[in-house]
Nanobody, 122 residues
Framework: QVQLVESGGGSVQAGGSLRLSCAASGYRYCMAWFRQAPGKEREGVARIYTGSGNTRYADSVKGRFTISQDDAKNTMYLQMNSLKPEDTARYYC??????????????????WGQGTQVTVSS
């Protein structure tokens, strides 16, 4: 059983930064951040393989967001810089126990956190 707890959301002006955290317990092969804005589908933002540290990003956040992990703290992070109003969404931490964990396949992630709201004002 994997448990995930996010923190770090909030409100910020465009151009600002936020760091999200996801405290995890239990085995997970890979972890990811997804986001969902009102009226839109859930979108994969960034993914990291917990073993290799290999990362992947959505084109919309490349160069602005960085996913990372602290093995000692069992915590995954999403550093978000140069935030834009279109980044406004509820952000979810997700974990998968198999290698089938792409950004386009939220169904592959068995475990989800409760989400944390990020609001970027112009």
């Amino acid at each position: 059983q994997v448990q995930l707890v996010e923190s770090g959301g909030g409100s910020v002006q465009a151009g600002g930064s936020l760091r999200l955290s996801c405290a995890a317990s239990g085995y997970r092969y890979c972890m990811a951040w997804f986001r969902q804005a009102p009226g839109k589908e859930r979108e994969g933002v960034a993914r990291i393989y917990t073993g290799s540290g290999n990362t992947r990003y959505a084109d919309s956040v490349k160069g602005r967001f960085t996913i990372s992990q602290d093995d000692a703290k069992n915590t995954m992070y999403l550093q978000m810089n140069s935030l834009k109003p279109e980044d406004t969404a509820r952000y979810y931490c997700a974990a998968a126990t198999s290698s089938l964990c792409g950004l386009a396949t939220p169904a592959a992630y068995r475990y989800w956190g409760q989400g944390t709201q990020v609001t970027v004002s112009s």
